[in-house]
């Protein structure tokens, strides 16, 4: 059911890439709640993906941009402004990529080139988007900017590597950049940290359907999906969360709250013999 809560509005959504990218799901929500939005990914998403029929389906044009490069951004909303008629009242950040997690490089063994490549995708993409947009006064009084983060930011999980740090940046950069377009322009720039999703970029982790199953045994409503963070994204966009702002909102079934769970102690007792051992019986440490 549609309440038109992003109707007259205009968006600008990074990272859809496919039909299992949470971005996805928010362009279609916000087109249903009577938004006009752009897509944009960079070049070779938009070439490799399925982003130019969510572009026909929702009837949004795509413009291809790096969300690193600056020279892309600066094109890009000012193209944006042009083909939605004015300045812009909401944006999605959906930007995360490890090369040390897809190289399988390990946290004690990263390769520092591709540290820098994980923190500017994932994290320092989401200032220079935010910065170019403050430069060109692209975004409406009272608009709303939103990044996906994941509580690893705050907590220890194996197997996610360097994305901790960068959603620690992400999350940081939400909080700094929001006092200062908060008090100026009256934009909200938040973060909504997500319970692990069945993503394209989700499942590449190393673990994640373990991950995925202990998260949604130690939730008590279970993991939120795709579809449910949409929902949350457009609470988020719309003017029903006019004075939210600089926070990192947990979106995750209550995950982040829990010690554990009734569940997640019977799942752990059917595996209490560990094999996380080599053969002489020493500890691995994953």
């Given at each position: 059911m549609a309440y038109n809560l992003l109707k007259g509005k205009r968006g600008i959504i990074?990272?859809?890439?496919?039909?299992?990218?949470?971005?996805?799901?928010?362009?279609?929500?916000?087109?249903?709640?009577?938004?006009?939005?752009?897509?944009?990914?960079?070049?070779?998403?938009?070439?490799?993906?399925?982003?130019?029929?969510l572009s026909e389906?929702?009837?949004?044009?795509?413009?291809?941009?790096?969300?690193t490069n600056?020279?892309?951004?600066?094109?890009?909303?000012?193209?944006?402004?042009?083909?939605?008629?004015?300045?812009?009242?909401?944006?999605?950040?959906?930007?995360?990529?490890?090369?040390?997690?897809?190289?399988?490089?390990?946290?004690?063994?990263?390769?520092?080139?591709?540290?820098e490549k994980t923190l500017d995708i994932s994290a320092v993409s989401f200032h220079k988007m935010i910065q170019v947009a403050k430069k060109q006064d692209a975004i409406a009084n009272g608009g709303s900017i939103l990044a996906l983060s994941y509580v690893a930011a705050q907590r220890t999980f194996f197997g996610y590597n360097d994305m901790a740090d960068a959603k620690s940046l992400l999350e940081s950069i939400a909080r700094s950049f929001g006092y200062i377009y908060g008090r100026e322009k009256g934009v909200r720039v938040n973060t909504i940290s997500q319970s692990p999703t069945m993503t394209t970029a989700g499942s590449g982790v190393?673990?994640?359907?373990?991950?995925?199953?202990?998260?949604?045994?130690?939730?008590?409503?279970?993991?939120?999906?795709?579809?449910?963070?949409?929902?949350y994204c457009i609470v988020m966009f719309s003017d029903l969360t006019k004075k939210v702002t600089m926070q990192n909102l947990f979106h995750d079934g209550g995950f982040s709250s829990m010690g554990m769970s009734l569940r997640g102690m019977t799942q752990y007792n059917k595996s209490f013999v560990s094999d996380n051992t080599d053969e002489e019986g020493h500890i691995i440490y994953g």
């Open positions: 990074f990272g859809a890439l496919n039909d299992m990218s949470i971005a996805w799901r928010v362009a279609e929500k916000a087109v249903e709640e009577g938004a006009q939005i752009v897509l944009t990914n960079t070049p070779v998403a938009v070439r490799m993906g399925t982003v130019n029929e389906k929702l009837n949004a044009p795509v413009i291809a941009a790096d969300a600056i020279a892309d951004l600066e094109a890009l909303f000012t193209q944006a402004q042009e083909i939605l008629g004015g300045k812009i009242d909401f944006v999605l950040h959906s930007i995360g990529m490890s090369p040390n997690v897809r190289k399988k490089r390990t946290y004690d063994d990263l390769d520092y080139s591709l540290l190393k673990g994640f359907d373990g991950l995925f199953d202990f998260s949604d045994r130690m939730s008590p409503l279970g993991n939120a999906s795709a579809d449910e963070c949409a929902d």
